[in-house]
Nanobody, 124 residues
């Protein structure tokens, strides 16, 4: 079983950047697809970005494509989300997820393993 812990959230100004990291323990992420989702109060968890087990394929939500980049670091056993050109509407709790699967689910139900979340607030 893999345990996921996110870090890197905080307060950032509009137009700024932040890098989220998701550290995995218990298992290597080399055989896992991984993703980032986000959630605001009263709304369902929303897909942000996903990467396949090998790191060769990525998917992005339309709202973040071109601004966010997901990556895997096999040596560090982490999944990272580089977030640039941040907007107030990007404010949310961001969750890392993983699943031992060779496809790339974009639904939350496709993932069994979740971190506890990290808050990102975009505000001046």
């Amino acid at each position: 079983q893999v345990k996921l812990v996110e870090s890197g959230g905080g307060l950032v100004q509009p137009g700024g950047s932040v890098r989220l990291s998701c550290a995995a323990s218990g298992r290597s992420l080399s055989n896992y697809a991984a993703a980032w989702f986000r959630q605001t109060p009263g709304k369902e968890r929303e897909f942000v970005a996903a990467i396949n087990w090998s790191g060769s394929t990525t998917h992005y939500a339309d709202s973040v494509r071109g601004r966010f980049t997901i990556s895997k670091d096999t040596a560090k056993n982490t999944v990272e989300l580089q977030m640039n050109s941040l907007r107030p509407e990007d404010t949310a709790v961001y969750y890392c997820a993983a699943e031992i699967i060779h496809t790339i689910p974009v639904e939350a139900s496709g993932y069994d393993y979740w971190g506890q979340g990290t808050q990102v607030t975009v505000s001046s």
